[in-house]
């Protein structure tokens, strides 16, 4: 490979670098996708219906179909939520994240397993990506080759933008940690249900997140994520198994990784390079919602790679992330401060889950949840939702 020039060469096989793969290759360009495999990231696998119909997602990779969503607060009230006219579709991720690289693949983009190593610049300014591939035979070599563009998709902690991009290092993590078990036989003696998300907001549980319990048709993902480096997240994570009746469920598996809480303030080179994925910082804060908004970042950072081939003007690299922002930039600030003020002791947490009962909450928060953009058609109920929300700010509102 060593002589080859790819087109782009995407650093990340995750959501978002095999959409920018797939879109990349589908638009004729040739296109690497370098990936580590074998590593299965901590994911509660909830996907809106606005990711399934933009990303064109089949309906056999849904393991699950979440109709509800419960709160629970700390003092153990429960809200239910129904999915009215809809579901929250719930994906394996390593099925998931395989088929969207098969389906790059298909659409033509090379796959070639290695762990990203470094970039370097040929005497002609193009970019080399070097890596290290270790076959299954258990032999160990390094190799490179060149990228007129190179997307970072490599996820929390990028190495691409570590080495490339200004700012990287500004970001926050909470750090995830999630049991896969197994779904019980008799689901009666639990406290879970197949076909509900369960979130608890509780300091227990996390001091700065929350915990969850989320269904996967024969397994269950039951985890909780902080910042706080001194809280046991396996800790906090037997206790959500004991709250939620799970206490003797069997553990299939157990995975840990960080969680940007941030976007970045830059997601290019000013050159050839892109970032996307966990590696531009687009996590959600306070839900923690990282699929979408991942392959999201991915096709935008596909668009910005397509528009610097065609026009050589490295300047359209700052598109991804202007384009994001435009649209998302504003729900990612509500849910920062909501995240700040909401999840940081219990007494406030059981006014947000008091607050959640309200009928314009629930339909506002799932229609902005489901198509992805912030609903505005009924002002009148946000007014209504303000003045609540300053009542319990306040401490004026019964809990």
């Known amino acids: 490979m060593q002589n080859d020039t790819y087109d782009v060469v995407v650093v990340g096989g995750g959501p978002a670098g095999a959409t920018a793969a797939d879109d990349l290759a589908l638009q004729g360009h040739k296109v690497l996708l370098l990936d580590r495999q074998g590593r299965i990231k901590p994911c509660g696998g909830a996907i809106p219906p606005r990711l399934i119909k933009d990303f064109q997602i089949p309906d056999e990779l849904l393991v699950a179909k979440a109709r509800a969503a419960r709160m629970v607060s700390p003092k153990d009230k429960k809200v239910d939520i129904p999915i009215e006219g809809g579901f929250v579709g719930m994906v394996n991720r390593d099925q998931f994240d395989e088929w969207l690289r098969e389906r790059a693949e ?11 190593d470094k970039l370097s610049r040929d005497d002609d300014g193009v970019s080399r990506v070097h890596f290290t591939v270790r076959t299954d035979d258990g032999v160990t070599f ?31 993590y909470v750090f995830a940690y999630h049991e896969i078990v197994q779904t019980p036989q008799d689901m009666l003696q639990t406290d879970a249900d197949p076909s509900r998300c369960d979130v608890y907001y509780r300091g227990s549980l996390s001091p700065d997140f929350y915990g969850w319990v989320f269904p996967h048709g024969d397994t269950m993902s039951v985890g909780t994520g902080s910042a706080d480096k001194g809280f046991s997240l396996r800790g906090a994570v037997g206790r959500l198994r004991d709250a939620a009746g799970l206490q003797h469920a069997t553990v299939l598996r157990r995975e840990g990784a960080p969680l940007p809480m941030k976007p970045l303030p830059r997601w290019d080179n000013g050159l050839d390079v892109v970032l996307a994925g966990d590696a531009a910082g687009v996590v959600a804060p306070a839900s923690g919602e990282g699929i979408y908004y991942a392959m999201l970042g991915g096709r935008l950072a596909a668009e910005a790679a397509h ?40 007494k406030r947490r059981e006014s947000f889950v008091k607050m ?31 003045l609540k929300d300053m009542a319990h700010l306040m401490g004026m509102a019964k809990t």
Not at 106 to 116: D, I, L, M, T
Not at 370 to 383: D, G, I, S, W
Request: aromatic share 8%; glycine share 8%.
């Open 142 to 172: 390094t190799a490179s080759t060149r990228g007129r563009c190179v997307v970072g998709a490599d996820g929390a902690k990028s190495e691409v933008a570590r080495q490339a991009v200004p700012g990287a290092e500004k970001t926050k």
């Open 307 to 346: 528009e610097l081939l065609v026009s050589g003007n490295p300047k359209v690299l700052k598109l991804a992330r202007k384009r994001f922002m435009k649209d998302h930039g504003m729900v990612f600030m509500v849910l920062g401060i909501m995240q700040y003020f909401w999840y940081s002791t219990d």
């Open 356 to 386: 959640c009962e309200d009928k314009d909450v629930q339909k506002l928060t799932f229609d902005s949840y489901m198509n992805k953009k912030l609903e505005r058609k009924k002002p009148m109920a946000h007014v209504k939702i303000f």
């Open 106 to 116: 298909r659409h033509g983009a090379v796959r070639q397993r290695g762990v990203f």
